[in-house]
């Protein structure tokens, strides 16, 4: 018995009667009444008794009710969650990134794609930029996210977005209360920056506010964790220059002060497969990239 059937008797067990059931199922009677004969055949019981002023189910007929009731809904459940497949909306997306990257507007991009798309599910694996680029290709990833432009060969770039860069200082920082800061103010300070091996744009980029500002920085400490650069411009070790969203998530005795008139930002990049048989993949990069 296919779905047909089923839906054929399920409405004769609602309308208990043959006119109306097949005036609901947009056919005659007789090809209902054969329908109907057909399936009682097909299972070797009555499954309605009739007489000339009433159709009833017989107790047959209500057990069968009850399962066709259930089996007709589970195969809606598999066509619904199969469409759903179909469009890309649901499976796994296996992300990873550098850990800079959750300091940004990044976090809540992803938090508002994961409500649009309820039926796609997130994996997060923080990696180094190398091990990134090496889970792409061998599939371990279907995306990444970084902060510095790798140009690799096998792979795609996308920039989701860029930052501006601040001045962070010491709270008790003689400059901290201005509301914007020109760089040229900074040039007898000493600077706690990233490894350039952690974040090459970041540095670079650094350097060239540095030097379009008529001055080479004077930088006592480098470190290759966010937190580290933060601690130590709390504890007066010196000043630094990040991306502006950077102050998301902390609470620390620091000032966030933008840059006048600079040009150097800080890019946000999505990193993928060229070819990616992953659906879900489509719907990421349409939400992430205007």
């Known amino acids: 018995m296919d779905l047909r059937h089923l839906n054929y008797f399920l409405v004769l067990a609602e309308e208990l009667h043959f ?104 994996q997060f694996e923080e990696q180094p930029n190398h091990s990134l680029l090496h889970g792409l290709n061998n599939g371990t990833f279907d995306a990444a996210f970084v902060r510095t432009w790798l140009h690799p060969q096998s792979l795609q770039e996308k920039l989701i977005f860029e930052e501006s860069f601040v001045a962070v200082l010491p709270a008790k920082h003689p400059l901290a209360t201005k509301n914007k800061i020109a760089a040229k103010q900074l040039k007898d300070e000493t600077f706690i920056a990233f490894t350039r091996e952690c974040g090459p744009t970041l540095f670079d980029s650094f350097l060239a506010i540095c030097s379009n500002a008529g001055f080479t920085p004077h930088i006592v400490h480098h470190a290759s964790q966010l937190n580290s650069v933060l601690r130590l411009v709390e504890s007066g070790f010196g000043i630094s220059l990040l991306p502006e969203n950077i102050e998301l998530g902390y609470n620390l005795k620091l000032k966030f002060i933008p840059l006048e008139n600079c040009r150097e930002t800080v890019p946000l990049i999505m990193i993928t497969r060229k070819e990616n048989s992953n659906p879900a993949l489509t719907h990421l990069q349409r939400h992430l990239i205007k």
């Open 19 to 122: 006119g109306r059931a097949a005036e609901r199922l947009h056919i005659s009677q007789p090809p209902l009444t054969r329908m109907i004969k057909q399936i009682e055949s097909d299972l070797g019981v009555l499954l309605f008794e009739r007489t000339k002023r009433s159709v009833i189910l017989t107790a047959a007929g209500i057990e069968l009710l009850q399962d066709a009731k259930q089996m007709v809904l589970q195969m809606e459940t598999v066509k619904k969650r199969l469409t759903i497949h179909g469009k890309g909306e649901t499976g796994t997306l296996k992300i990873g990134y550098v850990g800079a990257v959750l300091h940004s507007r990044l976090p809540m991009l992803l938090s508002a794609f994961a409500k649009n798309f309820p039926h796609i599910s997130l």
